[in-house]
């Protein structure tokens, strides 16, 4: 792998690994420690994803006209600063603004990171973004396991390890990142009309996929939040709960290499990776469903990572792919975005299906998503197909 890759991945693992200090444990300090609703966690969460949502978009845009470099810097400064007024101020109504900033910020920097990762490394595929993703979980297993110690001393160990952990990923960024070229700045600008008229199709291919990626973040997102605050009703301890992502993120780093080389060797295409991905999730959700031991969500997150392999390093590689020249941060914005959309509907679906029905209504509505995003997966391709008909017979295409 380039030198310029493995910088980003430093980064990226530094960069979650603060993350993952607080956001595993948000429901449990906003409705065990504040006081608050399940329905109001999901609130206050949301807000946090629709800033993020913003922030993705804003920064993949941002991405294709000053670069990489500034944008990760102007995310971070976002958030870095958010996460300094949270160290001194996290009581109730602060905690919900400077979420929601530290929301904003990280939507800026993370489709930057990933299209710049695809772009120094082209010729690697999905290589470079299993490498991200990779990075990503060995921060969600350090960040999640150091997070429970931490939090059953004090909850304002949290703030603070999370800020330490920014300042170190600022220093990164400002003297690893500056050298690297993506050649991506302003490229926009340059495009003719003929590419963008012709990256439509793309455009709404991603999209449909996209929609199906969306549902299957709204179920995952529910171990987060639902998942996390219901395990501390069956008298399953901070530590225990930060142990199974320590142990999500774990597998992912030993896993992945693995899966790779298996997915190489039987010549399995991003799609049917997908679809094999939420049928393992459909598994998890089962198992998690019906589980009321700590040995029950240990095995349905196993499986649950397993799934989350397949799909996760998929779509951002499918949306490089796709994205024509000069708009592969935009593409990316997109996929993180969706991401985030997820992430955002989830708690507060989630919350209001508990405090209203019941944590077994919760498990229907989400495997019934899960075979939506099956369908959606199926036909996000077929608007590509049906172009590639139209150009081998000479057709015009719109």
Known sequence: MPRALWLLIIG???????????WPLNTIYIHDHLGKSLSMAGVVLMLNSAAS????LYGGSLFDKIGGYRSILLGICISLSALIGLTFWHGWPEYIIFLTIIGFGSGVTFPAMYAMAGMVWKEGGRKAFNAVYIAQNVGVAVGAALGGILA???????FLANTVM???FFLIAVFGYKGISTGSAKQANSLQDGALVKGRKNLYALLVLCSGYLLCWVGYVQWMTTIASYTQEINISLSQY?????????LIVLGQPLLNGLLKRLAATLKVQILIGIAIFIVSFLIAGNASAFSGFL????????????IWPAVPTIAFDLAPKGREGFYQGIVNSTATGGRM???????MLVDLYSMSALFLVLIGLFF?????????DRILKSRKKLLDKNLPVS
Do not use: H, Q, R
Request: aromatic residues 12%; proline residues 2%; negative net charge.
């Open 12 to 22: 990226m693992a530094v960069n979650v690994t603060g993350n993952s200090f607080l």
């Open 53 to 56: 949502v913003i922030g993705n």
């Open 152 to 158: 059953d001393y004090s909850f304002e160990l949290i």
């Open 166 to 168: 920014y300042i170190i």
């Open 242 to 250: 930060s142990l199974l992502w320590t142990i999500n993120g774990a």
């Open 299 to 310: 095995v349905a997150i196993i499986i649950l990572t397993i799934g989350e392999m397949f």
């Open 345 to 351: 509907i989830g708690p507060l679906l989630g919350g």
């Open 372 to 380: 939506i995003a099956i369908v959606t997966t199926f036909l996000y």
